[in-house]
């Protein structure tokens, strides 16, 4: 743990990370004494992984599985952080046109045995999960907080997960009394109020091994998406770990991307969706949403 006094200020630095949602956490805040950092950075990890059981496709008991469950009935009544992160990415779903689909649990599946197998998926069936990758066999039931799925349906809120627990951390921060705070995890950033007597958190942005770009946020976020570190080659091809629903594979062109936004439950999902969309089409996307920009790395 850092500490760095700040002049002008009752405020002092501390840092703290730690494993979660098969990432690591960083958690930077400015504090009145450690002792408040520690309770409300204990709270934040806390949550973490109280929404990583939610929320996770590994865990069969997960709140996530059970509710795709061939035995599950519905309407499922659900958590509020389930009801409320399956809102947001369907709408997300909706707004991208499926380049980012919450239903994409077939082909998440498919392709972790690729990987593992290190040969392609069979295309029968890569064919009938890509068939079961659709948004709209989600329906929602706000009245009663519940969801139905078209059977056979397979969630997989991995290119949104992410991004919602660190939006979460600045508000479990900020019931702590704490907003001077950036909340990290792998490639997503949530940025609080500024530290003392700055404008901003400065955040490196790394989408390739060439290129670093630094900037400033304040209550705000950012999310990069690409091939940097998470790709695997399969008969000679390159592959993402980004999946596009249309083909059921990983995407095969070099592309990486960071996406700002009011909150990083958005800018999580939409740096996916158009890693997916590619370059011109993401930028058409992005030029639709108020409060959204993507910067894409310069090329020689």
Same mark, same amino acid.
Request: a neutral charge.
């Given at each position: 743990?850092?500490?760095?006094?700040?002049?002008?200020?009752?405020?002092?630095?501390?840092?703290?990370?730690?494993?979660?949602?098969?990432?690591?956490?960083?958690?930077?805040?400015?504090? !009145?004494?450690?002792?408040?950092?520690?309770?409300?950075?204990?709270?934040?990890? !806390?949550?973490?992984?109280?929404?990583?059981?939610?929320?996770?496709?590994?865990?069969?008991?997960?709140?996530?599985?059970?509710?795709?469950?061939?035995?599950?009935?519905?309407?499922?009544? *659900?958590? !509020?952080?389930?009801?409320?992160?399956?809102?947001?990415?369907?709408?997300?779903?909706?707004?991208?046109?499926?380049?980012?689909?919450?239903?994409?649990?077939?082909?998440?599946?498919?392709?972790?045995?690729?990987?593992?197998?290190?040969?392609?998926?069979?295309?029968?069936?890569?064919?009938?999960?890509?068939?079961?990758?659709?948004?709209?066999? %989600?329906?929602?039931?706000?009245?009663?907080?519940?969801? @139905?799925?078209?059977?056979?349906?397979?969630?997989?809120?991995?290119?949104?997960?992410?991004?919602?627990?660190?939006?979460?951390?600045?508000? *479990?921060?900020?019931?702590?009394? %704490?907003?001077?705070?950036? *909340?990290?995890?792998?490639?997503?950033?949530?940025? &609080?109020?500024?530290?003392?007597?700055?404008?901003?958190?400065?955040?490196?942005?790394?989408?390739?091994?060439?290129?670093?770009?630094? *900037?400033?946020?304040?209550? @705000?976020?950012?999310?990069?998406?690409?091939?940097?570190?998470?790709?695997?080659?399969?008969?000679?091809?390159?592959?993402?770990?980004?999946?596009?629903?249309?083909?059921?594979?990983?995407?095969?062109?070099? %592309?990486?991307?960071?996406?700002?936004?009011?909150?990083?439950?958005?800018?999580?999902?939409?740096?996916?969706?158009?890693?997916?969309?590619?370059? &011109?089409?993401?930028?058409?996307?992005?030029?639709?949403?108020?409060?959204?920009?993507?910067?894409?790395?310069?090329?020689?």
């Amino acid at each position: 743990m850092a500490l760095n006094l700040v002049h002008g200020a009752n405020l002092t630095r501390h840092d703290f990370s730690g494993p979660g949602m098969a990432t690591t956490f960083r958690i930077a805040c400015y504090a !009145e004494d450690k002792a408040s950092a520690d309770k409300a950075t204990e709270a934040c990890f !806390e949550r973490i992984a109280e929404l990583n059981a939610i929320f996770t496709d590994y865990d069969p008991t997960s709140e996530l599985m059970r509710l795709c469950a061939p035995e599950a009935k519905y309407p499922f009544k *659900v958590s !509020e952080p389930l009801f409320d992160i399956l809102q947001r990415a369907r709408a997300f779903a909706k707004t991208t046109h499926g380049t980012f689909d919450p239903t994409c649990g077939h082909l998440s599946n498919l392709w972790r045995r690729a990987k593992r197998q290190s040969k392609l998926p069979p295309a029968d069936r890569l064919q009938q999960a890509i068939t079961a990758t659709d948004w709209r066999r %989600i329906t929602l039931h706000p009245e009663y907080r519940s969801v @139905s799925l078209q059977p056979g349906t397979l969630l997989d809120l991995g290119g949104i997960a992410k991004g919602y627990a660190a939006d979460e951390c600045l508000r *479990v921060l900020k019931q702590h009394g %704490i907003t001077r705070a950036v *909340v990290q995890a792998g490639g997503d950033t949530a940025v &609080g109020d500024p530290p003392p007597g700055e404008t901003g958190w400065p955040v490196t942005l790394r989408t390739d091994a060439k290129h670093e770009t630094q *900037v400033s946020l304040a209550n @705000s976020a950012v999310s990069t998406s690409g091939d940097l570190y998470q790709f695997t080659e399969l008969e000679g091809q390159r592959y993402s770990h980004i999946i596009s629903p249309k083909t059921g594979l990983g995407l095969t062109q070099r %592309i990486a991307c960071s996406v700002f936004a009011n909150d990083c439950t958005t800018s999580d999902a939409l740096a996916t969706a158009i890693c997916v969309l590619g370059k &011109g089409e993401g930028e058409k996307l992005v030029a639709q949403i108020p409060g959204v920009k993507v910067l894409f790395p310069k090329t020689p």
